[in-house]
């Protein structure tokens, strides 16, 4: 059974830090490209950060230079997220896309992310 487990969010004040995890099952996750994507009420679900297979990472220009993902040899994605904003709220999911040719696609159920002041 693919799944993606997405734990780390929480509350924080403007500017302060948080680091989110993922943790896979179910593909193979040597092979796969994941993702982290975030969607603030009535809003569309937008791609935050992606890392191939081989480390690559690439941003959203919102989060170039805050944001830092990375992933483990232990099935694990992390998000560490910096300098947080209130544009930053949202729930957090994390993607895989999987199997020949990215075919195929899992998320997780979400973390909450709040940033206030």
């Known amino acids: 059974q693919v799944q993606l487990v997405e734990s780390g969010g929480g509350s924080v004040q403007i500017g302060g830090s948080l680091i989110l995890s993922c943790v896979a099952s179910?593909?193979?996750?040597?092979?796969?490209?994941i993702g982290w994507f975030r969607q603030a009420p009535n809003t569309e679900r937008t791609l935050v950060a992606t890392i191939t297979r081989d480390g690559t990472p690439t941003y959203a220009d919102s989060v170039q230079g805050r944001f830092t993902i990375s992933r483990d040899n232990d099935n694990m994605i992390y998000l560490q997220m910096n300098n947080l904003k209130p544009s930053d709220t949202a729930t957090y999911f994390c993607?895989?896309?999987?199997?020949?040719?990215?075919?195929?696609?899992?998320w997780g159920q979400g973390t909450q992310v709040t940033v206030s002041s």
């Open positions: 179910g593909f193979a996750f040597d092979d796969s490209v």
């Open positions: 993607n895989a896309r999987y199997g020949a040719g990215g075919s195929f696609s899992a």
